[in-house]
C-alpha cells in the first residue's frame, strides 16, 4: 500500500468548559472566549461513516502490512488522527505499534485472571509520550512549512517523560524548532534527566513539584511566543489515541470483557484513551466499548476522590501531593481534569454504568506489582506496577472477575525508575513513602571475592578459584559425577 489517504478532516478546537468551537489551523491551548481546557475534533468526522466499520478494519489491518514510514506507527490510524497533515509533514521516529505481552503464565495463576502489559517503554524516548510528540511535532512542521517560520521555541513542563520525548522529537526536526525543558530540581530520575540532556535541549530546573513548572509553563505559552508542548496542546491528546486503536485491533476489534487499566496523572492520556475507543465506537469499529478503570496512588489522587464521592454532590479540588514511586503520575491538579469529566459522561452514557471507574492504590501497592510483574519477565515502570495494583485493588472489590481480561499500560520502560528500585532493594526509602520492603521481592549483586583476595591469588589460581566458590554457592554437582 503505497498511496496516502486522501481524506482530509475540519479539526477544529472545542472547549471543555462552553462548548464553543474555534478553527484548527493554528496553536490554541485554552478556549479564547472562557480559558476552558480544549480538545480537538473533526468537524467531517460523519462523512467517515460512508465506510462501514468492518471496512474500516480492513483498512487499518492492510496497513499494518505498510512499508510507508508516514503511515506507520500511529498514523496507521491516519484519519482518525490528525487527517490534516501531508505526507511530508509526517514525521515517525518508530513511535507506537508497542507490544502487548500476556502475563507470564506464573503470575496469571498467582493473580487469577488473564491480563497483559502493554509495553509503552518500547516506544522511542522509552515512554507512552512519543504517540503524543510524534503528532504534535508533525502538526508543527506543517505550520513552518506553510508560514516559513524562521524559528520556533518549544517549552514543556515535565515529570520527566515530556521533556525527555519533546527533546528527541525537537533534535530530530533540528532548525528552525528548538526545545526548552522545565523540570522541578531534584524530582526526575537521573535517566529522564539525561534524555533531554543527550538531546540537546536547554533544561531549566525550577524548585518545587512538577504542578509549579507547569504554572510556570503556562504564564511563558500565555505572555510570549513559544509552542506549549504539554497535554494542553490538544494535538497531543489526537497522538496518544493511538494506543486505544491498537489495543482494539490486538484483540481483533472485539472488546467484549476487555477491561484497560491507566494511570493518572495530568490525565492527558487517559482521556486520548476514551477519545480513542469513542471515536472506534461512533465508526462501528468496535461493537462494544471496553472498561477503563483509572488507578491512582494514595499520594496524588484528585481524579480518585472526585469519582469517590456520591455523584450528586461531586466537586474538584486539587490536592498537594506526597512523593509518590509512581513519580510520572504525581499531580495534584491534573491539567486535563475538565476533558475526563466530559468525556467519562458520554463513555458512561454509552458504556453503561460502571464503564469508567477510578480505583486508588497505596504506594506499596505500586511497587510491589512493579517489582512481582518484573520478576516474571515483564519491563514495567512504576505506573505499569500502579496498573497492576488496581488490576488486584478491582478483583479484590468485585469489580472484575475471571472472565475479563485486562490490559495495562506500563507507560514507561523499567530502566527509566531503576533508583526506586534500588531504594526498595537497600530498605532506603524515606519514610514518607510508606513503604516497607517484602524481602522475597528484594534482590543484590553478590561479591564473590574482594580485589585484594584477587590479588592475593594471583593470575594463575584466579580463575579456578572464584569459578570453585561459585561452584559452592550454587552447590553444583561435578560434571564427572557418578
Ligand atoms: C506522563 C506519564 C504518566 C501520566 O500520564 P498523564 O497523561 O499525565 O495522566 C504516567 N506514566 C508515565 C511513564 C508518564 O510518562
Ligand atoms: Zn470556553
Redesign the pocket.
Known amino acids: 500500500m503505497r498511496t496516502f489517504p486522501s481524506y482530509r478532516g475540519d479539526l477544529r478546537y472545542v472547549c471543555t468548559q462552553c462548548r464553543g468551537h474555534f478553527p484548527g489551523d493554528d496553536l490554541l491551548y485554552v478556549c479564547p472566549a472562557c480559558s476552558g481546557v480544549l480538545l480537538l475534533e473533526d468537524a467531517s468526522f460523519e462523512t467517515l461513516k460512508a465506510r462501514d466499520g468492518a471496512g474500516w478494519q480492513a483498512l487499518f489491518d492492510a496497513r499494518a502490512a505498510s512499508c510507508n514510514p508516514a503511515l506507520a506507527g500511529i498514523f496507521r490510524f491516519y484519519e482518525l488522527i490528525a487527517p490534516v497533515l501531508e505526507e511530508e509533514d509526517i514525521l515517525c521516529l518508530g513511535e507506537g505499534n508497542t507490544p502487548i505481552i500476556p502475563a507470564a503464565p506464573a503470575l496469571r495463576e498467582k493473580l487469577g485472571l488473564e491480563f497483559a502489559f502493554k509495553n509503552?517503554?518500547q516506544n522511542p524516548s522509552a515512554?507512552?509520550?512519543d504517540r503524543g510528540m510524534a503528532c504534535v511535532f508533525s502538526y508543527l512542521k506543517s505550520l513552518v512549512r506553510k508560514h516559513g517560520w524562521t524559528s520556533l521555541l518549544t517549552v514543556c513542563a515535565s515529570?520527566?517523560?515530556?521533556s525527555a520525548s519533546a527533546a528527541m522529537y525537537a533534535s530530530y526536526l533540528g532548525d528552525p524548532v528548538t526545545s526548552i525543558v522545565l523540570l522541578p530540581h531534584g524530582k526526575v530520575t537521573p535517566q529522564q534527566l539525561s534524555q533531554p540532556l543527550g538531546s540537546g535541549a536547554r533544561v531549566l530546573e525550577i524548585p518545587g513539584v512538577f504542578d509549579d513548572c507547569m504554572k510556570v509553563v503556562e504564564f511563558l505559552s500565555e505572555n510570549y511566543r513559544v509552542a506549549l508542548l504539554n497535554?494542553k496542546n490538544s494535538w497531543r491528546i489526537l497522538g496518544?489515541e493511538s494506543y486505544a486503536f491498537e489495543v482494539a485491533q490486538w484483540r481483533r476489534w472485539d472488546l467484549r470483557e476487555v477491561c484497560v487499566f491507566?494511570?493518572?496523572?495530568?490525565?492527558?492520556?487517559?482521556?486520548?484513551v476514551m477519545q480513542g475507543f469513542l471515536k472506534l465506537h461512533a465508526l462501528n469499529i468496535i461493537a462494544d466499548l471496553p472498561r477503563i478503570f483509572g488507578v491512582q496512588s494514595h499520594h496524588a489522587d484528585p481524579v480518585y476522590r472526585y469519582y469517590a464521592a456520591p455523584a450528586q454532590n461531586r466537586a474538584y479540588a486539587a490536592v498537594a501531593v506526597q512523593p509518590s514511586v509512581?513519580q510520572?503520575?504525581m499531580?495534584g491538579n491534573?491539567v486535563?481534569f475538565p476533558r475526563v469529566r466530559m468525556l467519562a459522561e458520554r463513555y458512561q452514557y454509552l458504556g453503561g454504568p460502571g464503564s469508567f471507574q477510578v480505583i486508588q492504590v497505596t504506594e506499596q501497592a505500586i511497587i510491589d506489582g512493579m517489582l512481582e510483574a518484573n520478576r516474571h519477565g515483564h519491563i514495567a515502570?512504576p505506573?505499569g506496577g500502579e496498573c497492576l495494583a488496581g488490576m488486584q485493588s478491582a478483583l479484590r472489590h468485585g469489580l472484575i472477575s475471571s472472565r475479563n481480561f485486562c490490559i495495562l499500560?506500563a507507560?514507561?520502560h523499567a530502566l527509566?525508575f531503576a533508583d526506586f528500585q534500588n531504594l526498595y532493594f537497600t530498605a532506603a526509602f524515606s519514610p514518607d513513602f510508606g513503604i516497607t520492603p517484602k524481602p522475597e521481592l528484594v534482590n543484590a549483586p553478590e561479591l564473590v571475592l574482594s580485589p585484594q583476595e584477587r590479588q592475593d591469588l594471583g593470575e594463575d589460581l584466579f580463575i579456578r578459584e572464584t569459578a570453585a566458590r561459585i561452584a559452592g554457592r550454587l552447590e553444583l554437582s561435578p560434571r564427572n559425577a557418578a
Open positions: 509503552e517503554g515512554s507512552f509520550k515529570t520527566g517523560d515530556t497535554s496518544q491507566v494511570p493518572i496523572g495530568n490525565a492527558g492520556n487517559i482521556t486520548a509512581a510520572a503520575a499531580i491534573p486535563s515502570c505506573q499500560d507507560t514507561a527509566k
